[in-house]
């Protein structure tokens, strides 16, 4: 079974604990907003140094991350929330692209099985 709080971001504004998770709800309830392809669009800008940078669109995705956990946030208290937590929308990108060692075991296990059936 997976793990629930997989790719979850804790933070905090004047003292309340908020939880972002950048997961397929939020990445489809940006692209329902902005139009397909506007989130794979946006982290890829993130790589991209000669990207311009559309902090219209990275504070309303991470306003769908807090979105499932706190859904009578605003965008604008999203914005308070990225304001007051400089690294939050990198972490939170980050946390929703696990590296190969990132992948809780029993995802990994089942994952190894299923390519061992394969040859």
Known sequence: MG?????VVAL???GKAYKACLDLNALCAF?????????AR????LEDPEAEFDVISMRLLFWQALAERHPDLTVKDA???MFANQDAFARVALAATPQPG????????ADG???AEKT
Do not use: K
């Not at 946006?42 to 800008?45: E, F, G, R």
């Open 3 to 7: 793990d629930s709080n997989f790719g």
């Open 12 to 14: 905090e504004l004047d």
């Open 31 to 39: 692209d329902e907003a902005q139009g397909v392809g506007a989130s």
């Open 42 to 45: 946006l982290l890829a800008s």
């Open 79 to 81: 914005g308070r929330i």
């Open 102 to 109: 990132d992948v809780p075991a029993d995802l990994a296990q």
């Open 113 to 115: 099985e299923q390519a």
